[in-house]
């Protein structure tokens, strides 16, 4: 395997293609001479979708891997409305994917990458086995009251963003262990299911990344500057910052976003679209007057765009 190729992971189903695809646009764009290999997880996008997706990451020259999980995979875990399947992907995801791999970064699809994401490739674990990074405010009062509700002693880290030794992991995630861990939170009822049951099982696990860096949280802007006095201002953002994670209900690809960094999103989502009908037109499913919208530069070097799927 191919210890320079960075390996990114996404999980989730046909409701957040396009908000991925802008995020996966803005990982190539601002990282153009990596080799990069997306990993996608799910049980229910169509066919249809799938293949619109490998045309998709082929054009803008990353390697597409889908693994598509079987019904009777989770069979006796415990599901719901507010605990979906697709919970557990991320995660099972060390279980999952294949053996060969020894790292791999997740990324939430609500997010866009604006710097080179290498230094998170490269991170030393430091005999952890996660990275992620916690989204503190000007106290630790949040961060109190969830240790006391998941009886745990270190910080509260978002998934949205985590580094995974995968060679580490697999020795310690089992699947009855989460599904057992949901059957008796369930009771106390989990905030945010995942991430309550990621922190509880693997929080003393994980390394704690800058948040300012890796996982932004676009809804605290004037609390990063109140918290570095003025430091993380926006010149420093756009120069330091790695990922900028669009946290809450209120999403930049919707109309009623009030996000400052919105404009930022948009500037991606418009280049998504652009590069959406140059894909169009390669595979023929526009007439010929859609050329004029093609976009006039290219995101790099052409990479390894071999199209893998399996089913698990």
């Not at 009062?141 to 992991?169: M, P, W």
């Not at 953002?237 to 999403?251: A, D, E, Q, R």
Request: aromatic letters at 10%; charged letters at 25%.
């Amino acid at each position: 395997m191919n210890e320079d190729k960075i390996h990114i992971l996404v999980t989730l189903n046909e409701n957040y293609l396009e908000p991925l695809k802008t995020m996966l646009v803005s990982l190539v764009h601002n990282n153009f001479l990596e080799d990069i290999d997306i990993w996608l997880i799910h049980q229910s996008i169509s066919d249809e979708k799938i293949e619109e997706l490998k045309n998709f990451t082929s054009f803008i020259n990353c390697g597409l891997h889908v693994i598509k999980i079987d019904e009777d995979y989770f069979t006796n875990a415990p599901v719901s409305k507010k605990y979906p399947k697709e919970m557990y992907f991320r995660l099972l995801a060390p279980v999952i994917l294949p053996s060969y791999l020894n790292k791999i970064i997740y990324l939430d699809p609500d997010i866009l990458v604006i710097n080179s994401i290498r230094p998170l490739w490269e991170l030393d674990f430091q005999e952890m086995v996660f990275a992620a990074s916690a989204h503190t405010g000007l106290t630790d009062i949040s961060q109190d009251i969830n240790n006391l509700r998941l009886g745990t002693e270190h910080a509260y880290y978002n998934t949205g963003v985590i580094a995974i030794d995968l060679t580490k992991a697999k020795k310690i995630i089992k699947k009855e262990s989460i599904f057992s861990h949901i059957e008796e939170s369930i009771i106390t009822s989990l905030l945010l299911p995942d991430q309550d049951i990621f922190n509880a099982l693997y929080g003393k696990m994980t390394l704690e990344i800058p948040d300012e860096i890796w996982n932004y949280d676009t809804r605290k802007f004037s609390k990063y500057i109140t918290r570095t006095m003025g430091t993380v201002d926006f010149p420093w953002i756009i120069k330091n910052t790695v990922i900028l994670h669009y946290c809450g209900k209120s999403k930049p690809w919707k109309v009623n976003s009030t996000s400052r960094f919105h404009a930022l999103h948009k500037h991606y989502q418009n280049l998504t679209d652009r590069y959406e009908t140059a894909v169009a037109v390669k595979v023929g499913d526009v007439v010929e007057d859609k050329k004029k919208e093609l976009p006039r530069v290219t995101l790099g070097t052409v990479f390894d765009t071999d199209q893998n799927s399996s089913t698990l």
